[in-house]
């Protein structure tokens, strides 16, 4: 009988932070081994995936005023994390 078998650690949620100030949101892993890894970031009027290779990244996030981001995370190991960026939040820096 065939099981699947993960052959690594489950993964915690990462640090993610929207900044204001620049525009964009921080995905951090810390020291997590995931360097691999999609972010769709969602609202009313688009949707957008970016591609990281490194456990810390930056993305540019240009907000409208109005609507609501909603953030998936998703590593190549199958791990899903999901977060929303409230539009009566992000008028200051905020984490997830």
Excluded: K, R, W
């Excluded at 620049?22 to 997590?32: A, L, P, V």
């Excluded at 810390?56 to 960026?85: K, M, Q």
């Amino acid at each position: 009988m065939y099981q699947h078998q993960h052959n690594y650690e489950p993964i915690d949620l990462p640090e993610v932070i929207y900044s204001s100030y620049d525009s964009t949101i921080t995905i951090d892993f810390g020291n997590q081994p995931v360097n691999n890894y999609t972010v769709t970031i969602s609202s009313l009027y688009a949707d957008v995936d970016y591609y990281a290779t490194s456990s810390f990244t930056t993305i540019p996030l240009a907000v409208d005023g109005i609507s609501d981001y909603s953030i998936v995370i998703e590593t190549t190991e199958g791990d899903v994390f999901e977060g929303t960026l409230a539009a009566s939040q992000y008028v200051t820096s905020q984490t997830m």
